[in-house]
């Protein structure tokens, strides 16, 4: 049906948006449970993806988000459509807005963004959190917290299921981060069990696609980004650490189920596939049809060896599983970095976080 096909405006050519709007008014026709929804972070990587489902079922979207590292470009495709706002709002400020659900994305989420201001990062993971449960509280909303696989640190299990407390080092450089969705989900917890507050927590693991951040720092976007431009794949080690990337469709197709499900207590939402990383090297260059060499460079310090979740409980409780083929999301991950290359000066963006403020480790695969 049209709900379930995928359209991805960030790759579609818009015409201005109307073919698009007129397409959504047509869904809203149709007799729904339409909802009114705050997606904070909504202009983001993930928060836009999410933002066109929900608009494309027919619900009601409010996009609240500080464009720290979102831009109003990901969304800008909705803006005017009677069912649409953006507002410019900073979660760490209190926000009073009427709806019946809270999708709580705000928060850096790659490396270089969150350890730029690892106080900022804080304060929107803990403040901005209870801002956010207050607000649930105060309208009877139901609240999903973004939460992320780093929750379970430097793991010492493979894979990780949700019965696992972790390992963390809670004054490390991740630290503000992993600590920040930790106390996060402390949070949740407290609101549901003290105020009756209806929460649910997903752990998402690596995610990629189109929106993705250039500077992200994780090998999908390095890989792609080198490629493209002809410059060499750097594989740190001998590229046999293995990743497993999930393509972003299926994780906006999860948050919204786990969303509407009965269970409140932690769900994985990951792709289990592992692919070495010399794996994603050949590939990625293989799609590109890149001139690119493979180098190696010597072994990053601490980095993890293996990653992936163990999604056995979203499988048997949601019914939910990825299901886009690695080649298919890489294919339109690299549609969309061409494109957002062929706007930078010179076709040229060498990937390069802002400067940190602290002193930088050695790259390693996130
Ligand atoms: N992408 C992944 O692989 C991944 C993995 C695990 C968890 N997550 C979580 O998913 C969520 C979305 O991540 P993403 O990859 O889309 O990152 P993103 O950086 O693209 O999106 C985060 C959004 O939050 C906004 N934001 C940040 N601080 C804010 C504040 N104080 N007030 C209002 N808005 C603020 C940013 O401007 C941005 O639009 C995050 O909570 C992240 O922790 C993502
Ligand atoms: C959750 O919903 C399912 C199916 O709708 C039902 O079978 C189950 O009992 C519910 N569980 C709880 C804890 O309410
Ligand atoms: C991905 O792109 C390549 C090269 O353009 C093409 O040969 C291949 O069929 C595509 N694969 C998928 C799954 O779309």
Known sequence: SMNEAIIDFSIAATHGGSILLSEVNYLNSKPLDRKRILITGGAGFVGSHLTDKLMMDGHEVTVVDN?????????????????????????????????????????????????YNPIKTLKTNTIGTLNMLGLAKRVGARLLLASTSEVYGDPEVHPQNEEYWGHVNPIGP??????????????????MKQEGVEVRVARIFNTFGSRMHMNDGRVVSNFILQALQGEPLTVYGSGSQTRAFQYVSDLVNGLVLLMNSNISSPVNLGNPEEHTILEFARLIKSLVVSQSQIQFLPEAQDDPQRRRPDIRKAKMMLGWEPVVPLEEGLNKTIQYFSRELEHQANNQYIPKPKAARMKKGRPRHN
């Open 174 to 191: 991740r630290a503000c981060y992993d600590e920040g969705k930790r106390v996060a989900e402390t949070m949740c917890y407290a609101y």
């Open 67 to 115: 464009f720290f590292t979102g831009r109003k470009r990901n969304v800008e495709h909705w803006i005017g459509h009677e069912n649409f706002e953006l507002i410019n709002h900073d979660v760490v400020e209190p926000l009073y807005i009427e709806v019946d659900q809270i999708y709580h994305l705000a928060s850096p989420a790659s490396p270089p963004n969150y350890m």
